[in-house]
């Protein structure tokens, strides 16, 4: 959202973001048996797949350690467009 010049614009990009890494991440395929294996590896490039794995594995009812990797990878996700964010408003509104 720090790329974006005024609110009108928020929205579409917002919504194209959202539904590209929803796709790219899982979320829309998950009822799809029998995925090909590079789309499972391609679900780790967005935070939506780590956050489908950490949800699957609770549910499977997976030991705490098996859930804690991606849930630390959120968190790290998280920081780091948290800073990057950060980074960009600071720039702009210096």
Not at 39 to 63: H, V
Not at 77 to 87: E, P, T
């Amino acid at each position: 959202m720090s790329f974006v010049k005024t609110n009108r614009q928020a929205g579409p990009v917002l919504g194209a973001v959202l539904t590209l890494t929803g796709v790219a991440g899982g979320t829309i395929t998950t009822g799809i048996p029998n995925m090909p294996a590079f789309y499972n590896t391609l679900t780790l490039l967005t935070p939506q797949g780590w956050a489908l794995n950490a949800w699957k594995a609770s549910l499977a009812g997976s030991l705490p350690g098996q859930v804690f990797l991606p849930v630390a990878v959120l968190c790290l996700i998280g920081l780091v467009f948290f800073a990057i964010g950060a980074l960009i408003f600071r720039r702009r509104y210096a």
